[in-house]
C-alpha cells in the first residue's frame, strides 16, 4: 500500500540509497477496478543499487520476524 511503500523509500533513502515510489495515483484512479501487481505502488532504485537495496530490506524482515510478539495484556507504547 501507499504508505508502506514511502517507509520503505524513506528507510533507502536514509541509507543512502537514492528512491522514489511510482504508480501511487493509480489507486486513486482505478477505483472499483482489480488490483494486481502492476497497478500497487512501487520503491523504485537504480538497478546498481537494487542488491544493495533487498539486502537492507532481506535484514529489516529477518530483524522483524526475531522480535517476540508482545504480551497481549502488555502495552506496547514506549515499549523498547
Keep these: 500500500d501507499v504508505p ?3 517507509l520503505v523509500c524513506n528507510f533507502l533513502q536514509e541509507a543512502g540509497i537514492p528512491a522514489v515510489v ?3 495515483a493509480l ?4 477505483g472499483a477496478l482489480p488490483v494486481g501487481w502492476n497497478s500497487q505502488p512501487r520503491v523504485m532504485v537504480h538497478a ?8 537492507l530490506l ?3 524482515e529477518a530483524a522483524a520476524d526475531d522480535e517476540p510478539l508482545p ?9 523498547h
Design 27 to 30: 489507486q486513486t484512479v482505478l
Design 22 to 24: 511510482q504508480g501511487e
Design 71 to 79: 504480551d497481549a495484556d502488555e502495552p506496547t507504547l514506549f515499549r
Design 4 to 6: 508502506q511503500a514511502h
Design 48 to 55: 546498481e543499487n537494487a542488491a544493495w537495496a533487498r539486502s
Design 58 to 60: 532481506d535484514a529489516v
